[in-house]
Structure formats: C-alpha cells, structure tokens
C-alpha cells in the first residue's frame, strides 16, 4: 500500500478531538437536579497573570461537538467553542485571583478565591458541581471532585476552555502594557524568552514575586526552564 502523503498525516496528527463526555452530568440530571455546574481553572504555573477560573452550567439537551480538554485544542479552536459554550450555556461565570493575592496568600489558596468567585456568580446557583481536581473547600454547593476531569466531564472540559480563553485575553492586554516580556506569546509561562526579559528588565506589577526565578533571583540565580503552555 502507498505511504499517505505528509499533509494528510499532518491533518490526521491535526484532528480535533471528540467531545469530554456526559456521564457524570446525566446521572446528575436523572437525578432531577436542573443546575449541575462544571468548574475549572487556568494558569497555576506561570510567573505573571492571574489564576483564571470559570462555572458553567448547561440545559440536558446541550450539544457541543468538540467540547474536551482546553489543552487538546489549538487557539482558534479553543475560541470558536468558547464563543458557542457562552451562546448556549444555561449560565456561565468567571472568577480570578490577580498575581498580588497569589503571593499574599499562596496559589493554592488563591486558585480556590477564583473558583468560589465564579461559581457564586453563576445565575441561577448551581446545586451540584463537578470540580476538576481535588474538593473544593468553603463552598456551599454539594460537590463531586474529579480528578482529569477536563477529559472526563463535558462541563468541567467547557469551563476550561472558557478560563484558557478568558485568561489568554488578559495575557495579550498585559502584553500591550508590558511589551517587553512577550505576554502574548508565552502568556507568562517561564520560557527563556520570558527569563531572559526578567533578568533584563527585572519584574513587574503582574509578576508573581513568590514564584520561582524570583525567589532565587534574590541568590543571584536564575535557571532557564521549558515553556509549559
């Protein structure tokens, strides 16, 4: 058999994924609960920006091809969905911790400020929600943590496009008033590019003073290290 051509290797390689699935949300919604929210966050590893999270809760008849990952996806792609995921959510929300509070109260506990701020934005309240990762502490809505769960539940995968898209939009503003740190292209992950600005120009308003090369920058030391976005 002939070997396929490269371009339509690359537009296999290229392919976007199925959508997370809904299981979790139908035994939800079987259960007669209406508001059942997925919950997420972007940007605990960078050096600059906020913590970015998002709520949604869908109507049972919602149908998103594509809808998985935010990381599967390519930008554009990403976009377009999060455009859709907003158009035909019951309700969506997002909640942030900017960088200051993440060096007053550490990133941990600054990614749960974001999610509870989303969540308790969300019109109507949820009564379930299904958070991505570990249990949500101080929340007053019952809850079930999924670990991978941007892969394994249709409204988690949905909010982290909405954080993904919500935060790389902040990360091209801050770009326009930082230019020389190249937010828009690495949106704030520590690549040598985003090193070598800091170790040119020093940090920033936005730049997480309690993160690493800061902390060791104080030492003299600053290590390069792999873009993570």
């Not at 339509?8 to 997370?20: F, K, Q, V």
């Not at 008849?61 to 996806?73: E, F, N, R, Y």
């Not at 909010?159 to 091209?172: G, V």
């Not at 690549?191 to 040119?200: N, R, Y």
Request: proline letters at 9%; one cysteine or more.
């Amino acid at each position: 058999m002939p070997e396929e051509s490269t371009e339509r290797l690359r537009g296999r390689s290229r392919r976007t994924p199925p959508a997370a699935p809904k299981r979790l949300e139908l035994e939800a919604w079987s259960r007669g609960l209406r508001y059942v929210a997925g919950v997420d966050e972007v940007g605990r590893g960078p050096l600059a920006g906020p913590v970015v999270a998002a709520a949604v809760i869908f109507p049972p008849d919602v149908h998103i091809p594509h809808v998985t990952d935010s990381k599967l996806l390519r930008p554009e792609e990403r976009e377009e969905l999060a455009e859709r995921i907003r158009a035909e959510a019951l309700a969506w929300s997002v909640g942030l911790a900017p960088a200051p509070l993440i060096d007053a109260i550490n990133i941990l506990r600054a990614t749960h400020v974001a999610m509870r701020e989303a969540i308790r934005s969300l019109d109507p309240a949820p009564e379930m929600l299904l958070v991505d990762g570990r249990a949500l502490p101080d929340i007053e809505f019952p809850q079930v943590h999924v670990i991978g769960g941007d892969r394994r539940s249709f409204a988690i995968a949905a909010a982290s496009i909405l954080a993904k898209t919500h935060r790389d939009r902040i990360m091209e503003h801050l770009d326009s008033l930082y230019p020389q740190y190249g937010f828009a292209g690495h949106k704030g992950y520590g690549c040598q590019a985003h090193l070598e600005a800091i170790a040119a120009h020093g940090p920033c308003p936005v730049h997480r003073l309690s993160f690493s090369p800061f902390t060791r920058e104080a030492q003299g030391v600053l290590e390069f290290g792999e873009d993570e976005d």
